[in-house]
């Protein structure tokens, strides 16, 4: 059964960090597109980074470039986002997202690892907040 479990979320004083993991069981992550995403009550899910491959470049919403790093260990099967420099805007409860490379490249969404239509697997989330 193919799972993604994410953990490492909490309470964080502004200017903050936290690292998110992103656990794979019941398949191997080397062959996965992996997105992180969150959504904040109310508002739509959105994309703030992916990675397609141990040596592709990743991606990064606006909103956290220069803040966030995502990276992957395919030994532990793991996917992690590094978040830096929080902001109370960056609350929210992070998914991680899991796509076959193969079908990653297949798909036609702009842009393609940032659109959450573009993944088939994901995890249950966990809550980040911000706050003083």
């Known amino acids: 059964q193919l799972q993604l479990v994410e953990s490492g979320g909490g309470l964080v004083q502004p200017g903050g960090s936290l690292r998110l993991s992103c656990a794979a069981s019941?398949?191997?992550?080397?062959?996965?597109?992996i997105g992180w995403f969150r959504q904040a009550p109310g508002k739509e899910r959105e994309g703030v980074s992916c990675?397609?491959?141990?040596?592709?470049?990743?991606n990064y919403a606006d909103s956290v470039k220069g803040r966030f790093t995502i990276s992957r260990d395919n030994a532990k099967n793991t996917v992690y986002l590094q978040m830096n420099s929080l902001k109370p805007e960056d609350t929210a409860v992070y998914y991680c997202?899991?796509?076959?490379?193969?079908?990653?490249?297949?798909?036609?969404?702009?842009?393609?690892?940032?659109?959450?239509?573009?993944?088939?697997?994901w995890g249950q989330g966990t809550q980040v907040t911000v706050s003083s």
């Open positions: 997202a899991a796509v076959p490379l193969h079908v990653y490249y297949s798909r036609d969404y702009e842009p393609l690892g940032l659109s959450p239509q573009v993944y088939d697997y």
């Open positions: 019941g398949f191997t992550l080397d062959y996965y597109a």
């Open positions: 990675i397609s491959s141990s040596g592709g470049s990743p």
